[in-house]
């Protein structure tokens, strides 16, 4: 039984289109967050949400927005892709008395 | 700030070599000091963590301590495996933040 999912694993798109990525954790932490990895491996944090707030938005482009409908999921959404937006997002739960972070399996976005 | 710094990769050893990859921070208050782990094509893993100074983590053969005096948690294993190529990440939490911070990863690649 997965504790963090994500959906899909693979998105190949173009340029300019909108696309979506799904998260769901099964642990029942309050605190969840979206991570983005580039090439080189670099994790940069873009959002957190605690019990469906947002509380950490890292100076991430307006075309990223995340939502999150109950604090078991927190899904993104990016509109107007473009080719730097290419990277591997993993979505991660953190639990609350130790702060160690539960990611999922990772989607990896190619825009071409 | 908080911040963690890690010795640059690709770290490439031969399999039953000594490994050590370096891990320094900056940080106020007591943090607690993770490593994580990133298989190829997956998420990351908790490997082991620390949560107070001189704790020692240890996990799958991986060791690391909390050295508040040089402030550093360094990764070691005695013998390295074909199987422990992976991309290692030391990591800082704060407390109460909810923000993980993240080195910028090591890359290690063990020959048989």
Known sequence: DTAVSQTPKYLVTQMGNDKSIKCEQN???????????????FLKIMFSYNNKELI????????????SPDKAHLNLHINSLELGDSAVYFCA???PQ?????FGEGSRLTVL | GNSVTQMEGPVTLSEEAFLTINCTYTATGYPSLFWYV???????QLLLKATKADDKGSNKGFEATYRKETTSFHLEKGSVQVSDSAVYFCALWPGNTGKLIFGQGTTLQVKP
Do not use: C
Request: hydrophobic fraction near 25%; glycine fraction near 10%; charge should be positive.
């Open chain 1, 27 to 41: 642990l029942g932490h309050d605190t969840m967050y979206w991570y983005k990895q580039d090439s080189k491996k």
């Open chain 1, 56 to 67: 950490i938005n890292e100076t991430v482009p307006n075309r990223f927005s995340p939502k």
């Open chain 1, 93 to 95: 739960s953190r639990a």
């Open chain 1, 98 to 102: 130790t702060g160690e972070l539960f």
């Open chain 2, 38 to 44: 990133q298989y190829p094509g997956e998420g990351l």
